[in-house]
């Protein structure tokens, strides 16, 4: 990038000495996954230690084939908990490394970027509006600069910074810039702050617990106890029948086992580790995983105008010269009427630039002036913006010649100060509102008349109007489509806006806005009480002139309304509005460091489209979590039947699983929930159906209950087989192996059936999902495997079945588990007949 400063900044070499002197810009050093944290967890996992103390009595009373494969099983649960794990470190580490900020570096006398912890002492580094100062430093050049240092002073007031090379303006690292832009020559880094020595940190962030992940806490607790309390009965029943302690203690575990559902929080951490890591490779960085919770339950979007539905890049579209009553279109027309208007608007202007209307003209005045008069001149004189309507002024000289004092701001403000009558400024604002009127930006220029020493303030000036310039933030190219996206996925769209009515409304209408002519300003807004602003909020659309406290307001109020509130923004007076919503969702290429640490996602290439990915993803994550629960509880509830009621109701094979059987289905379950769901795509009506309630939990009674059902069913199913095995000889191993099968062969119906609760499993079946095929293949090549290889069926206590007992434990199976199918061919069913009427 062209370097427009007159610093050359550090060479490569003096980079390298710098670092070997001082070192990096890096804070105290992070903490960091280990494999030792993640082993200590592991081995606190309930499920650990119900094998372990299995392990363990069954290497006491000698039957070592059952310790080792439970041994076995312990290594294997740990593996798969410690890979996925690490895989969601991993996503964590990704997104964290990704979330990096930036600073723009002059070195080799090139403007450069630089992630921040690579800044260096001595280096000049730039600064602008909405950035936090990365180190500290003094600054060396500045444009209308001022900083907010309540972070180190708690004062909230910005503290002007201008440059003095008696004694250099300090600037400290964590304090934001409130205004303009400067260069800073960094004299401190890392820990030698003042920030990190007095201890502040402005990474210290709270993570708070989601919703969902205390339910499913709460959910996993509250079964645990049950499963202590099953324990304890199994326990004694069975030691009053035997009065084998070894035993009885090994069938209560066994029913432990059964009941605890630690696949559920695994699942739930997994999903959402997994689910940010995915959005970030699309480009959508999400800060906390837990917001990829709240995606998929979005239902307003608040929108800034600015760079979210414009480009962001102001063009100059319209000049009017008033000498003259010239209105020429940029930048088709013949500008030779225009030269002073262009140069007294550049003159009014920064030297360097930031804002985009000074960057377009600076690009007009390069463009058509023949002659660059600007590196003769020095800014001897500046009024910075101020006043309401504001404005600006700019004293120029060359030499000893007469200065040029240049003049631009708010028509409004430009015209009172001129010395046009009322009539002719009447007539200049009526243009103005009809510039206004197709959506441009309009400032007032005006040329100052010297008459001896400079005033104290700019308004003391004679001015003489010379024009306005029009610029144009086109809207984004197909805007309209991905607005309707957002509208058939049921969400409600209002744009909060800083520029004024007719400018907005212009904008929205071209950009396919409905109802873009319910407009409120912001002043009118925070007039009303709350019911009436309230209201005022779900009628209007648009929401112009808004401030800081009104932005906040508004997301608050909508949040009162049990509305998810997603917003997004780029500037600093985004920041608690941002903060304040579900999801703050911040610009990564043109958003200022405060928005994007106000923010819970940033969009890295300014896309909205991405947002439309981002609500997808969200509800698809949420849909196969919610599918990997119900398929847990649905699975699990056999499992526990099978294993208690023929020890309670003393049937004549009480005890037909054991630990092995049940450790071996738990490894099935494990891996289906928790990484085969996960991999399941998104659902073809997703994006059609409004968001979910946001009190909506699938522990609730009526998603738990069909969870159960199912489960019950398949228990039917399972005790039909057991009663069908007894038909002839009664043989314990028969039973154990008809049983065995049929729970094997319903699971794997289950995991297909289970993959939409709305589709049919032959329209599922269609799904692309490589690690579902792979899970069910692996299960049933290991049923026959149990089944058919010698040693090993002995082990788990199976004989070999004939075509007829593999027919009947699939068609019990079939009869478990299709059934559902019906049950969602109603559904599909009743909602066409809906539709229809």
């Given at each position: ?152 002073t708690g004062e909230s007031f910005s503290v002007v910074k201008q440059v003095s090379e008696e004694s250099p303006p300090q600037v400290f690292h964590g304090t934001l810039v409130s205004s303009g832009l400067c260069i800073m020559k960094v004299t401190e880094i890392g820990t030698n702050t003042a920030l990190n020595k007095i201890g502040k940190s402005i990474d210290d962030v709270v993570k708070e617990t989601s919703p969902l992940h205390k339910q499913i806490s709460k959910f996993v607790k509250s079964m645990a106890i049950i499963g202590a309390l099953i324990f304890l009965m199994i326990l004694g029943i069975s030691y009053y029948e035997s009065r084998d302690i070894v035993a009885s203690l090994l069938r209560g575990l066994t029913i432990a086992m059964s009941v605890l559902p630690e696949e559920i929080p695994v699942a739930f951490t997994t999903f959402m580790a997994l689910g940010a890591w995915r959005l970030m490779k699309m480009g959508i960085i999400v800060k906390q995983t837990q917001t990829v919770e709240a995606l998929g339950a979005a239902t307003v979007l608040c929108l800034d105008k600015t760079g979210t539905i414009t480009e962001n890049r102001m063009e100059l579209n319209s000049l009017y010269v008033h000498n003259g009553s010239h209105l020429l279109e940029y930048p088709y027309a013949n500008l030779s009427d225009a030269d002073q208007l262009l140069r007294y608007a550049m003159w009014a202007s920064e030297p360097v630039p930031f804002d985009p209307m000074e960057m377009a003209l600076h690009a007009a005045y390069t463009e058509h002036i023949k002659e660059d008069e600007r590196p003769g001149y020095r800014m001897v004189q500046e009024y910075p913006l101020s006043g309401k309507p504001p404005m600006m002024t700019h004293v ?442």
């Amino acid at each position: 990038m062209q370097n427009p400063y007159p610093f050359s900044g550090l060479n490569d070499d003096e980079v390298n000495a710098s670092i070997a002197l001082h070192g990096k810009n890096a804070s105290q050093s992070q903490k960091k996954f280990t494999w030792l944290e993640t082993m200590k967890t592991v081995v606190l996992e309930p499920m650990f230690l119900l094998l372990l103390a299995c392990t363990l009595i069954y290497f006491l009373v000698g039957e070592l084939g059952e310790g080792f494969f439970l041994l076995g099983a312990i290594l294997v649960v740990s593996g798969i908990s410690i890979y996925q794990d690490s895989r969601s470190q991993k996503a964590l580490d990704a997104l964290k490394a990704y979330n990096e900020p930036n600073a723009t570096i002059i070195r080799n006398n090139v403007l450069q970027v630089f992630p921040t912890i690579d800044i260096v002492v001595d280096d000049f580094v730039e600064c602008s509006e909405g950035q936090l100062i990365p180190a500290d430093g003094i600054v060396i050049y500045a444009n209308d600069f001022s900083v907010n240092e309540s972070i180190l002073t708690g004062e909230s007031f910005s503290v002007v910074k201008q440059v003095s090379e008696e004694s250099p303006p300090q600037v400290f690292h964590g304090t934001l810039v409130s205004s303009g832009l400067c260069i800073m020559k960094v004299t401190e880094i890392g820990t030698n702050t003042a920030l990190n020595k007095i201890g502040k940190s402005i990474d210290d962030v709270v993570k708070e617990t989601s919703p969902l992940h205390k339910q499913i806490s709460k959910f996993v607790k509250s079964m645990a106890i049950i499963g202590a309390l099953i324990f304890l009965m199994i326990l004694g029943i069975s030691y009053y029948e035997s009065r084998d302690i070894v035993a009885s203690l090994l069938r209560g575990l066994t029913i432990a086992m059964s009941v605890l559902p630690e696949e559920i929080p695994v699942a739930f951490t997994t999903f959402m580790a997994l689910g940010a890591w995915r959005l970030m490779k699309m480009g959508i960085i999400v800060k906390q995983t837990q917001t990829v919770e709240a995606l998929g339950a979005a239902t307003v979007l608040c929108l800034d105008k600015t760079g979210t539905i414009t480009e962001n890049r102001m063009e100059l579209n319209s000049l009017y010269v008033h000498n003259g009553s010239h209105l020429l279109e940029y930048p088709y027309a013949n500008l030779s009427d225009a030269d002073q208007l262009l140069r007294y608007a550049m003159w009014a202007s920064e030297p360097v630039p930031f804002d985009p209307m000074e960057m377009a003209l600076h690009a007009a005045y390069t463009e058509h002036i023949k002659e660059d008069e600007r590196p003769g001149y020095r800014m001897v004189q500046e009024y910075p913006l101020s006043g309401k309507p504001p404005m600006m002024t700019h004293v120029f000289q060359k030499g000893e010649e007469a200065p040029v004092i240049a003049c631009k701001g708010a028509p409004e403000a430009v015209l009172q100060y001129s010395s046009l009558k009322e009539k002719e400024k009447d007539q200049v604002l009526k243009l103005v509102e009809k510039f206004s009127d197709k959506g441009l930006r309009v400032l007032g220029v005006s040329k100052g008349i010297h008459t001896g020493a400079f005033p104290e303030s700019q308004e003391e000036f004679q001015f003489e109007f010379i024009g306005l310039v029009a610029f144009i933030d086109p809207p984004k190219e197909g805007i309209n489509k991905v607005f309707d996206q957002f509208y058939k996925a049921g969400l409600k769209l209002k744009i909060i806006t800083g520029d004024n009515s007719l400018t907005t409304a212009a904008i929205a209408k071209s950009a396919g806005i409905k109802d873009s002519n319910k407009v409120i300003e912001g002043s009118d807004l925070m007039k009303m009480d709350d019911a009436a602003f309230d209201k005022s909020i779900q009628d209007n659309v648009l929401f112009t002139r808004m401030f800081p406290e009104a932005k906040l307001k508004v997301v608050n109020h909508l949040k009162s309304q049990s509305e998810i509130v997603a917003m997004t923004g780029d500037g600093v007076n985004d920041g608690p509005a941002l903060k304040a919503a579900h999801i703050g969702i911040a610009m990564g290429k043109r958003g200022s460091e405060t928005a994007k640490r106000a923010a819970s996602i940033i969009l890295t290439d300014d896309d909205l489209v991405k947002m439309i990915d981002a609500t997808a993803m969200g509800r698809r994550i949420y849909t196969n979590l919610k599918k990997a629960i119900q398929y847990i509880i649905s699975i699990h509830i056999p499992i526990i039947l099978i294993v208690a009621l023929p020890l309670v109701f003393q049937w004549i094979f009480p005890f037909i699983f054991s630990p092995v059987h049940v450790i071996f289905l738990e490894l099935i379950m494990g891996p289906t929930c928790s990484i085969v769901y996960e991999n399941e795509p998104i659902e073809p009506n997703t994006m059609s159906k409004p968001p979910r309630l946001a009190n909506e939990s699938f522990l609730r009674f009526k998603d738990l209950s069909l969870s159960i059902i199912q489960g019950l069913v398949i228990t039917s199913g399972l005790l039909f087989a057991y009663q069908w095995s007894l038909s002839g000889n009664p043989n314990e191993a028969y039973t154990r192996t008809i049983v065995f099968t049929t729970l094997v062969l319903s699971n794997v119906l289950l995991t297909l059936v289970n993959r939409s609760f709305y589709f049919s499993i032959i329209t599922s079946l269609r799904y692309y999902n490589s690690l579902l095929n792979f899970m069910l293949g692996l299960t049933l090549l290991l049923l026959v495997g149990l089944i058919y290889l010698p040693g090993i069926s002995d082990f788990f206590g199976l004989i070999s079945l004939s075509a007829i007992d593999w027919a009947m434990a699939s068609l019990i199976a079939f009869c478990s588990v299709m059934w559902f199918e019906v049950y969602k061919w109603i559904r599909r069913r009743n909602r066409k007949r809906d539709e229809k009427f």
